[in-house]
């Protein structure tokens, strides 16, 4: 399987060379309702991960399914070359993790050096509220699902976040006045929204803020040599904070409320990369 992976993952990445003439140092995957960062972009080129050999497919609103390569423009200069992933693919759709971590393999097969994983997430903390945004500084995986074995040996995913990348997040957010919480981040298999009890065992063991991505692709992407920083969008708050019903339309409707924010930030932080 491990080998196959390997194989599927060098068709897909041929394909994509074969579509462009930049090498980008830097890439961020977009989680649900975030995508619209992508169109931001400038000298781009496109690509649908449909005409991706093996690439998976992503079937949950907000997930366009699209890789963006292109620059940011902003106050007359222009960054480096970035890669933007419009959308992932999560663990429940496939129940595979290979197709999860699918995006963040090809990143690294690019030869991605700093990767910013973003997401839409509950809030746990009950200091947190509905459109804040979140540097994470630290992660629980709960899916128990082990990345590091497409990894290869000798590698370790002890710490997935750099502490560096995460600094230069604060000190961008600080310089530009833009609101930065912090927190652990809980991942879960999902697809359904978690229960009171659930939320509060999530926040008895540490847990800031809860979603259904992230926490294997961090693993993976640290344990294959990236640097690796992670910002988690606070769409809602969790069942059992709140007594409101949760649903997906909720999610996407805040993130795009607070997208020009998250925009700026993000711009900021990969132009401060150089």
């Not at 930049?22 to 995957?29: D, E, G, K, L, M």
């Not at 759709?93 to 393999?105: F, I, K």
């Given at each position: ?11 897909s990445?041929a ?23 992508g ?53 429940y ?13 090809i990143?690294?097969?690019l ?17 947190l ?65 978690e ?11 540490g847990?800031?803020?809860v ?6 692709e ?25 007594k409101?019903k949760?649903s ?21 932080v990969?132009?401060?990369l150089?």
């Open positions: 399987m491990k080998t196959e992976f390997q194989s599927h993952l060098a068709a990445v394909y994509i060379k074969s579509k462009i003439s930049v090498r980008p140092r830097i890439a961020v995957v977009l989680g649900s309702g975030l995508g619209n960062f169109n931001e972009l400038i000298d781009k080129t496109s690509i649908d991960t449909k005409d991706i050999p093996y690439y998976p497919r992503s079937s949950v609103e907000g997930h366009v399914g699209r890789l963006i390569f292109g620059k940011i423009r902003s106050a007359g200069t222009n960054s480096g070359n970035l890669l933007v992933f419009q959308g992932r693919v999560h663990f759709e496939t129940g595979n993790l290979q197709s999860a971590l699918y995006p963040v393999a990143a690294h097969r030869g991605i050096k700093e990767l910013i994983l973003t997401n839409a997430a509950g809030g746990v903390n009950r200091s509220k509905a459109g804040d945004l979140m540097l994470i500084t630290d992660q629980i995986n709960l899916t128990f699902e082990n990345p590091s074995s497409l990894v290869r040996k000798g590698h370790s995913t002890r710490q997935a976040y750099d502490s560096q990348l995460q600094n230069r997040i604060r000190e961008v957010a600080e310089e530009k006045n833009i609101p930065l919480k912090e927190g652990v981040y809980a991942g879960v298999k999902g697809p359904s929204y229960t009171a009890a659930e939320i509060e065992m999530i926040r008895r063991i847990g800031d803020a979603g259904m991505s992230t926490v294997n961090a693993s993976y992407a640290s344990a294959s040599g990236m640097k690796v920083a992670g910002i988690s969008c606070i769409t809602n708050l969790a069942t059992g904070i709140t409101e949760l997906h339309s909720e999610v996407t409707e805040v993130a795009n409320r607070i997208k020009s924010i998250f925009a700026e930030l993000i711009s900021s990969i132009e401060s150089g």
